[in-house]
C-alpha cells in the first residue's frame, strides 16, 4: 500500500526565515510526486511534479527536491503570502488508474 | 476558463436526507475524481472515473454513488445522509494519458449533515 508522510504537521516562520517541508513516501514503483499549495476555503492547486531521484524543480521562492525515500518542498525567504497548506501525493508506477495518495499536508504560517 | 466547478459550494442536510453534488470541467480531461477533505485525514479518493462511461471505487466509497453523465460532468450522490459525511468535497480532473497524473481540483463544496 502506497504511503505518504509529511512533517511537520505545522510550522510558524518569520518573514525571510527559510525552512524545509518534509514528504517522506513508500510506493511500488514511482511514477511522479506532487506538491500541491491549498488556500484555506479553496482547492488545492498544483505546484510541481518530480519524477526521478536528483531532480529539482524551483518556483519563485520554493524549491522542490527527490531522493528515493522522500522529498523536501524548500522554501528560501518567506513573506507572508506565502502562508497556506502544502500538500504531498505519489502515483505509482503500477495500480490500476493513476490514482495519488496524499499526505495530510503541512500548514505553513508566515509572520510578517 | 472555468476549470472545474463544483455546486452547491455549501450545504446543510439533516440525517437521512439525500443530494447530489455536481462537478463539471471544461478541460476536455478522460478521468474525473471526487474527494473528501477532513481535518487531520487529508484527502481520502472517493471514487473516481477513468473515462466516460466507466466508474470505480476509491478508498471510502460506502454511503456514496456516483454518476458520469457525459465527458465534462461527474456527479456525487448521498442516498442517505449521515452526519460522519460532514466534510468538505473535492471534484478533481486529469489527463493520465499525458504521462504523470496532474489533477486540477474544483473549489470544493462544504457539506455538514446534522
Known amino acids: 500500500e502506497d504511503q505518504v508522510t509529511q512533517s511537520p504537521e505545522a510550522l510558524r516562520l518569520q518573514e525571510g526565515e527559510s525552512s524545509s517541508l518534509n514528504c517522506s513516501y513508500t510506493?511500488?514503483?514511482?511514477?511522479?510526486l506532487f506538491w500541491y499549495r491549498q488556500d484555506p476555503g479553496k482547492g488545492p492547486e498544483f505546484l510541481f511534479t518530480l519524477y526521478s531521484a536528483g531532480e529539482e524543480k524551483e518556483k519563485e521562492r520554493l524549491k522542490a527536491t527527490l531522493t528515493k525515500k522522500e522529498s523536501f518542498l524548500h522554501i528560501t525567504a518567506p513573506k507572508p503570502e506565502d502562508s497556506a497548506t502544502y500538500l504531498c501525493a505519489v502515483q505509482a508506477v503500477t495500480g490500476a488508474n493513476s490514482k495519488l495518495t496524499f499526505g495530510k499536508g503541512i500548514t505553513l504560517s508566515v509572520r510578517p | 476558463n472555468a476549470g472545474v466547478t463544483q455546486t452547491p459550494k455549501f450545504q446543510v442536510l439533516k440525517t437521512g436526507q439525500s443530494m447530489t453534488l455536481q462537478c463539471a470541467q471544461d478541460?476536455?480531461?478522460?478521468?474525473m475524481y471526487w474527494y473528501r477533505q477532513d481535518p487531520g485525514m487529508g484527502l481520502r479518493l472517493i471514487y473516481y472515473?477513468?473515462?466516460?462511461?466507466?466508474?470505480d471505487k476509491g478508498e471510502v466509497p460506502n454511503g456514496y454513488n456516483v454518476s458520469r453523465l457525459n465527458k465534462r460532468e461527474f456527479s456525487l450522490r448521498l442516498e442517505s445522509a449521515a452526519p460522519s459525511q460532514t466534510s468538505v468535497y473535492f471534484c478533481a480532473s486529469s489527463n493520465p494519458a499525458t504521462g504523470a497524473n496532474v489533477l486540477t481540483f474544483g473549489a470544493g463544496s462544504r457539506l455538514t449533515v446534522l
Open positions: 478541460m476536455n480531461h478522460n478521468s
Open positions: 472515473s477513468a473515462s466516460e462511461g466507466t466508474t
Open positions: 510506493v511500488s514503483g514511482l511514477r511522479g
